[in-house]
């Protein structure tokens, strides 16, 4: 099982409660086929009401941002295995079966796997490619499942090897 973690950039702006929502929702096929167990959202400011609603409602956890994002949520997730999503991420079609697969598969070494995110912007999806090329991450990002044990502690410096996925992470 995989514990969902969901980054919410700017919870006051227009949408973002909404795009939280779409995330949310999209996880719930997840939580029924027994893939995604928990879920935990990470905001700068988990005493939001509308995050605090959005989390009680859903059963989430809120976690205050820090430094990392995936980090902070580590120490709250109940999984060995953090699916990692910005709010208004939807994985697409075959998600659930792409993740199962790679979370029971994946050699203890290698302890990120990567789903591409086509609405990123260009500079983060050229920096996960060549990333993905190389084998190799000192940064975790949007749409990578990672190892919970890699993140506690994590130093930006240190690289974990990564594996591109099949599948993709549509923008709601």
Do not use: K, Y
């Not at 084998?135 to 930006?156: I, Q």
Request: aromatic fraction near 4%.
């Amino acid at each position: 099982m995989i514990t969902a973690v969901v980054h919410v950039t700017g919870a006051e702006a227009p949408g973002a409660i909404e795009a939280l929502a779409d995330t949310l929702s999209a996880l719930v096929a997840g939580v029924a086929a027994g893939l995604v167990g928990d879920a935990v959202i990470v905001a700068a400011d988990p005493a939001d009401p509308e995050l605090a609603v959005m989390a009680d409602s859903t059963g989430a956890a809120l976690a205050a941002r820090g430094a990392d994002p995936w980090a902070s949520a580590a120490a709250l997730a109940r999984r060995p295995w953090l699916f990692c999503l910005e709010a208004g991420d939807v994985p697409a079609e075959g998600w659930i079966r792409t993740l199962d697969r790679f979370t029971g598969t994946a050699p203890p070494e290698v302890a990120l796997g990567r789903l591409p995110r086509p609405h990123a912007p260009w500079t983060a999806r050229l920096a996960a490619r060549v990333e993905a090329a190389r084998g190799s991450t000192r940064r975790v990002r949007p749409g990578d499942v990672v190892r919970r044990e890699a993140l506690v502690g994590f130093s930006p410096g240190r690289a974990l090897r990564v594996r591109r996925l099949g599948g993709t992470l549509a923008c709601a």
